[in-house]
């Protein structure tokens, strides 16, 4: 069966420090992987989508980067946070070809700025 | 830009109650997607709707593609059923979810 796994699942980081999330996926070959981000108070916000190796494409400018080293495993990074970088970061996956494909989510990361 | 608008934002009912959902987008979609929210903030998704209605449980799922609208609904609701419930829409010709902010569901005993 395909699984995600995503983590840490909380995390509280200085103001300045460099930030690695990671995010894999199993049970499937070539999806396409997305990191998102909820703000206090505001809906979900793509951040980053992955339809392959290496292939990252951007949707909001900002001090994060992702990277896709693997099939399956997708990584977002800063070198040094903001304070508004405080947020809950959601990794998800969906398959790529199929035209009515559904998503299936990891179970989020809390990052807390101080 | 597929604008999302869900409503109520909050949303208090007592146990047993027939609750139901809004969500309302701008621009043609292949696909609306109705997500589960709970206070650790994992996210579970619920329904992948294209047309008509689906059925899990106690919860279904409506979409009427020409209004660009849909409804959740939970019947006979349970105070575990308390979390958010997220709206999120996949534009036709792309693969991006846009996500509605959210509707803050809780059920009292």
């Known amino acids: 069966s395909q699984t995600i796994h995503q983590w840490p699942a909380t995390l509280v980081q200085p103001v300045g420090s460099p930030l690695s999330l990671e995010c894999t996926v199993e049970?499937?070959?070539?999806?396409?992987l997305y990191w998102y981000r909820q703000a206090a108070g505001r809906g979900l916000q793509l951040l980053f989508y992955?339809?392959?190796?290496?292939?990252i494409s951007s949707e909001v400018p900002q001090n994060l980067s992702a990277s896709r080293p693997q099939d399956r495993q997708f990584i977002l990074s800063s070198k040094k946070l903001l304070l508004s970088d405080s947020g809950f970061y959601l990794c998800?996956?969906?398959?790529?070809?199929?035209?009515?494909?559904?998503?299936?989510f990891g179970s989020g990361t809390r990052l807390t700025v101080v | 830009k597929n604008e999302v608008e869900q409503s109520p934002q909050n949303l208090t009912a007592q146990e047993g109650e027939f609750i139901t959902i809004n969500c309302s987008y701008s621009?043609?979609?292949?696909?609306l997607h109705w997500l589960q929210q709970h206070p650790g903030g994992g996210i579970v998704s619920l329904f992948m709707?294209?047309?008509g209605k689906k059925k899990h449980g106690r919860l279904i799922a409506t979409i009427n593609i020409q209004e660009k609208h849909s409804s959740l609904h939970i019947t006979a609701s349970h105070p575990r059923d308390s979390a958010v419930y997220i709206c999120a829409v996949r534009t036709t010709g792309s693969y991006q979810l846009t996500f509605g902010k959210g509707t803050k569901l809780s059920v009292i005993p």
């Open positions: 709707l294209s047309s």
């Open positions: 998800a996956w969906s398959v790529r070809v199929v035209p009515n494909y559904g998503y299936t």
């Open positions: 049970g499937t070959s070539n999806p396409n």
């Open positions: 621009v043609g979609i292949s696909a």
């Open positions: 992955s339809v392959g190796i290496g292939q």
